[in-house]
Structure formats: C-alpha cells, structure tokens
C-alpha cells in the first residue's frame, strides 16, 4: 500500500494537461488513501509557468473534488512555491489568502538560468552543482514553505552532460541545506520523477536521506512529481525502502500546514 501521494500536478500547471478529477480517479484505483495537489506558483518572468496559476479556480476545482471522493481518498491542498525566497511578499500573499495543507519550496532557477536548459551545464561539473546548493541554502533559510521539493533535481538533465553526480563531493553544501530543514522543521520531499529518466534515481539520492536523519530531521514525505495520470504512485515503494533504509519510521502527514506522522508501512 502506498500511503500517500503529496506530489501531482493538474491542468492549473502549464505543463500538464490532466484534471483534479482524472488524477484523483487515478490515486483511487492505486489504493492511495492519501494525496496532495501541489500546481506550480512560479514568479520568475522567464519562467513558461508565470501567471499561469488560477488560485480561485483551483480551490473550486479542489471543493468539488473533495466532495465527489469524500470517504474514498483524503485530498490535500498543496502548492509549489517556485524559488520563495526571491519573491517572499508574493508567497506570503499567495500562503495568506488561501488554508493550504502544506506549501513545496521548489528551486529551478539559479541566477538568469533554469536547470531544465541544458545551456546551466556548459560549466564544470563541480560550479553547476555546488552553485545550486549555494542558492538552495538560500532558499531554505529564507523561503516561507513546509517541504523541499526534489532537492538534487538538478542532476535529472545534468546527468545527460556529466554522467552520475556523487553527492560526496557536495557533502558540506549538502549537509548545510539539511541542517537548515531541519532546524526550521522542513520536511524533505523524496521524489520519484528522476525514476523515469535516465538518471534513475531518486531524488534527493539515497545517501542524502540517511544525512537528514544525521542532522536531525524529522519530517519526511513521498511524491511521484506526476504530470499523468499514470505517473501517480510512480516508484514510491521504492522511495519507502530508502526512506526505511535510512532509519525513518513515519512520513508526514499534512494538515493546515501542520505535520503529524503516519507510519511507513513494510
């Protein structure tokens, strides 16, 4: 049984197509008793999501959802929250208006450049990954948001130009984000998506979780990133088994961005 899912995008994404009530369907045949969507909010002008999100529409959208699956799948309200400690008077607005169960920090951009355009990786190996931990240290300091989304999600096109990154080599970047998590009670997302590419990992790597734990983390969650029905669920008893691996008996469970744990089943 996969417990939860707190990681799917809808049609309020720019990129996915899939409505709330085909995502929820898809969950519902899984046995997924637990879901969160979690659209895209993104600030940055060049980003090609800016000003798609429609926070009224989704939260209606949202409603009926949870009324047509009420005692069939528990549905939580999310938010991806694109780089918010850029734009923290923006996401507090966004965070204010609205009773979200929980709010994703999400880094894709470093600077002037996005590392889902293969032009962030015409630098060396070791500036393309170290500058991003730098930057998500940042993030994690000053974002207002619960869970760090898909934390190494820069080794899933860096992989293309430099083959597999050993997290070793950042350990001291690395461990400064967690420290940071943990200390303000972040939890970190462990995310399937770089399952479904040639990086075939989770993300962050596996190793990074038993250094969460190392740090005094405490809060943990799964998510499959899914833009299609039929990557929900995707990988996540994989991401158990890791998570288990590294010593976490629970995963988070959000409600009024408030966490209460759920165990990990075996």
Known sequence: ????????????????????????????????????????????????????FRADAWWESLQHCREDFHGSLTIRAGIELGEPHLFQDETHEMLEKYPW?????????????????????????????????????????????????HMDVVKRYGFDTYGVYDPLQFEREIRDVLRICATRGIALEVNTAPLRRPVNQ???????????????????????DAHLTEHIGFGLDTAMSHLTSAGFEDLASFESRNPSPIPIPD
């Open 202 to 224: 989770i993300a962050p790597s596996a190793v990074i979780l038993s250094w969460f734990r190392e740090e005094g983390g405490r809060w943990v969650t799964l998510g499959s």
């Open 101 to 149: 169960d929980y709010s994703m920090g999400s880094m894709h951009w470093v600077g002037s450049k996005t590392v889902f355009d293969r032009s962030y990786f015409n630098a060396p190996a070791d500036v393309a990954y170290r500058t991003y931990f730098l930057e998500l240290a940042k993030m994690a300091a000053n974002g207002d948001f619960d869970i760090l989304a």
């Open 1 to 52: 049984m996969i417990p939860q899912d707190y990681h799917i995008h809808t049609d309020y994404s720019c990129d996915c197509k899939a409505t709330m009530i085909e995502m929820c369907q898809a969950a519902i045949e899984l046995n997924i008793g637990e879901i969160g969507f979690c659209d895209h909010y993104d600030l940055m002008p060049e980003d090609p999501c800016f000003a798609f």
